[in-house]
């Protein structure tokens, strides 16, 4: 079956850039995603893009997509303490649909 | 920007009992999911559904969950005799199309049995 996997935790400090990566199994996915949960909160869809794409360039977020090797990544720019998150990369499913596989999530801490 | 609403935001139930969690999903959407999230554990799909239907269910969607939509707005998931397991975060979510659209998830609903 499909299988998401992210590292779980990344520290960085205020005003620099994180990069969060997901490796995913599903070559056939058409859409990936991250989201973004904050403690107690639920899953804010943050952003997506469509398989045939690189790269997608979203104010401080950037998108980064290799096909060939399966790796999605999330760069966040400029990243503040309001950025302090958990942030899960999903893929859709084969079966086509919309039932998402998500990863491990990966838990952003931005330090002072 | 419209969004999914989910009450409670907190249930606690005894062992056996059943629970109704609700949701309101986004109104021009017509595809509605659940998933939950075991502390400490991956967001895993339960169901999918469509047009008054199940469209997909996973392994965890056994005969005590069921799910409904009881008119035009609400949207629920019953699990008819919780277990201890079944402690988790309940999330509801929709989407536009069946398809390549992005689902929009509430803030879930916290069930502990005890």
């Known amino acids: 079956g499909e299988d998401v996997e992210q590292s779980l935790f990344l520290s960085v400090r205020e005003g620099d850039s994180s990069v969060i990566n997901c490796t995913y199994t599903?070559?056939?996915?058409?859409?990936l995603y991250w989201y973004k949960q904050e403690p107690g909160a639920g899953l804010q869809l943050l952003t997506y893009?469509?398989?045939?794409?690189d790269m997608k360039q979203d104010q401080r977020l950037t998108v980064l997509l290799n096909k060939k090797d399966k790796h999605l990544s999330l760069r966040i720019a400029d990243t503040q303490t309001g950025d302090s998150a958990i942030y899960f990369c999903a893929e859709t499913d084969t079966g086509g649909g919309n039932k998402l596989t998500f990863g491990t999530g990966t838990q952003l801490k931005v330090e002072l | 920007e419209p969004e999914v609403t989910q009450t409670p935001s907190h249930q606690v139930t005894q062992m056996g009992q059943e629970v109704i969690l609700r949701c309101v999903p986004i109104s021009n959407h017509l595809y509605f999911y659940w998933y939950r999230q075991i502390l400490g554990q991956k967001v895993e799909f339960l169901v999918s559904f469509y047009n008054n239907e199940i469209s997909e269910k996973s392994e965890i969607f056994d005969d005590q969950f069921s799910v409904e939509r009881p008119d035009g707005s609400n949207f629920t998931l019953k699990i008819r005799s919780t277990k201890l397991e079944d402690s988790a975060m309940y999330f509801c979510?929709?989407?536009?199309?069946?398809?390549?659209?992005?689902?929009?998830f509430g803030n879930g609903t916290r069930l502990t049995v005890t």
């Open positions: 599903d070559s056939s996915s058409t859409y």
């Open positions: 893009i469509f398989s045939n794409m």
């Open positions: 979510a929709s989407s536009r199309q069946v398809s390549n659209s992005p689902l929009h």
